[in-house]
């Protein structure tokens, strides 16, 4: 059973670079067909995808978060890092890693495991 498991500081002041490790166990990031995701929600708000790193180790992020954004695997200890650089008080938010898998046949994709999340709280 693929278990997520997110680690890194809660509080970050303003303008520092936010820096997250998602430990993969049960699994393998180098598995095809499986995207490894971070997710954000910040409070009051829905869930933000930030991006991902699938099996090839490319990456893909979102427009918005793209200048600041930067996800990397280290595939020997089956993890994989977010940082987002700048952070201000609207990057408070509780982090998740997750899988998301792709149907290449059928074109679905959904997310069947998430970390239990992370509180982030950036500091003006």
């Known amino acids: 059973q693929v278990q997520l498991q997110e680690s890194g500081p809660g509080l970050v002041k303003a303008s520092e670079t936010l820096s997250l490790t998602c430990t993969v166990s049960g699994g393998s990031t180098t598995t095809n067909y499986y995207y490894w995701t971070w997710i954000r929600q910040p409070p009051g708000k829905e869930l933000e995808w930030i991006g991902n790193i699938p099996f090839t180790g490319s990456t893909t992020y979102s427009p918005s978060l793209k200048s600041r954004t930067s996800i990397s695997r280290d595939t020997s200890k089956n993890q994989f890092t977010l940082q987002l650089t700048s952070v201000t008080p609207e990057d408070t938010a509780v982090y998740y890693c997750?899988?998301?898998?792709?149907?290449?046949?059928?074109?679905?994709?959904?997310?069947?495991?998430w970390g239990q999340g992370t509180q982030v709280t950036v500091s003006s």
């Open positions: 997750a899988r998301e898998v792709r149907v290449t046949a059928t074109g679905v994709r959904y997310f069947d495991v």
